[in-house]
Structures are given as C-alpha cells and as structure tokens.
C-alpha cells in the first residue's frame, strides 16, 4: 500500500532563515505530487504541483521553492523565511493516469519567529 | 477563476442531530467534487466524491452529498451525527480541463456535543 511522509512534524524558525520541508511516497510510481498551505479560516491553498522529475508549477508568487529531485522525493524550500510563511503545509499525492483523489501527508507545523 | 464556498465556518450541533454542510462553487464547465474530513490530528482523507452518475453520492460512516448542478452545489448531509463526528469538513473541486489542480474551500468547523 502506499504512504507518505513528511518530515518534520513541526518547525520553528527566525525570520530570515532558510526552510526545506521533505515529503516522499512510498508504494508507487511517477505520482503527481502537490504542496499545499493551510491557513486557519482560509483551506487549502495549492502551492505547488509536479507531474514529473524536475517539473515543478508555481500556483502563488511567493517566497517558497519547489523541488523534484527524484521521482517519489518532492521538497518545499525558501532561501530567507517571512513571518508570513508560517503555517500548516501538506504535501499529497495522486496518481498520474487519473486524478481521482488526492492522499494528504501529516503536514509540518511551521513557526517563523 | 474557479472557487469554491464553504459559508458555515463553525458549526456546533448535539449528538443525533441531523446535519448539512453547505458548499457552493463557481465554473461553468465539468467538475468534479470532493469532500474532505480532518479529523483532529489524524491526516486530511477522503470522504466522498462526485465524478458523473448518480448525482447523490455516499461515502463513508454514513455521510452523503447530493451534487444540484443549477445551484453549483455540493452539500454534505448526515442524518444523525455522533461524536466521533467532531472534525474539519474541506470542499474541493477539480475540473476536467486542469485535473491536476484541487480548489479547496476555507473549510467547517464541526464541534459535535455528547
């Protein structure tokens, strides 16, 4: 079966430090990958979303980065962090050949103090 | 652009009332319609979803969505909910032109009381 992982749990980080969030999926191949944030009141807002190795599709103009190093590895970075950027991020995958669900991670508690 | 509407941030009911949670979207063309649960800290899943068929869809632990076309809507409806109900209620939307991309509504709170 699959799964998925996220790493860390939580995070807290001064401003202006760098942040790299990892997820894998273990138990398939070539899934679509997807960052998300969630805000208290506010969902799910899509960050970003990768199809493929090194394919990476930006949904918000913001302060984070995207990576597809390998093809079940996705990571979520940023060179210099914002109070903004706190929040909850999930990661998910679904399956190339038909988007019919999407399975959410356990999600990173990030704190930029 | 494509969206979707949760109106009901919080709501808070006793055990065995009945519930409905309202979800409303905007776009013009095919899509397809997701409820997602969060139940506390356990990972966002699946609750049910609408892809064409049976406009009345069931999902799991007795909760069902009908999907009304010329509302845009997609409410969720449990006859009598329970405690174990307690959690985070997401609607979501994807479209066949982009069906990579999930739109998620801000979400329900449902606090439900013993």
């Known amino acids: 079966s699959q799964t998925i992982h996220q790493w860390p749990a939580t995070l807290v980080q001064p401003v202006g430090s760098p942040l790299s969030l990892e997820c894998t999926v273990e138990?398939?191949?070539?899934?679509?990958l997807y960052w998300y944030r969630q805000a208290a009141g506010r969902g799910l807002q899509l960050l970003f979303y990768?199809?493929?190795?090194?394919?990476i599709s930006s949904e918000v103009p913001q302060n984070l980065s995207a990576s597809r190093p390998q093809d079940r590895q996705f990571i979520l970075s940023s060179k210099k962090l914002l109070l903004s950027d706190s929040g909850f991020y999930l990661c998910?995958?679904?399956?190339?050949?038909?988007?019919?669900?999407?399975?959410f991670g356990p999600g990173t508690r990030l704190t930029v103090t | 652009a494509q969206s979707v509407s949760q109106h009901n941030h919080h709501v808070i009911l006793s055990e065995a009332a009945s519930l409905e949670l309202g979800c409303n979207y905007s776009?013009?063309?095919?899509?397809?319609l997701f409820w997602y649960v969060q139940y506390p800290g356990q990972h966002l899943q699946l609750l049910l979803k609408?892809?064409?068929?049976?406009?009345l869809v069931k999902g799991i632990k007795g909760f069902e969505a009908e999907f009304i076309k010329s509302k845009f809507s997609f409410n969720l409806r449990k006859p009598s909910v329970q405690w174990s109900d307690t959690a985070e209620y997401f609607c979501a939307l994807s479209t066949l032109v982009n069906f990579n991309k999930f739109y998620f509504g801000s979400g329900t709170k449902l606090n439900v009381k013993p």
């Open positions: 138990g398939t191949s070539n899934p679509n």
């Open positions: 998910a995958w679904s399956e190339a050949s038909a988007v019919y669900e999407q399975y």
């Open positions: 776009y013009g063309g095919t899509v397809n």
């Open positions: 990768s199809v493929g190795i090194g394919q």
């Open positions: 609408y892809f064409s068929g049976d406009p």
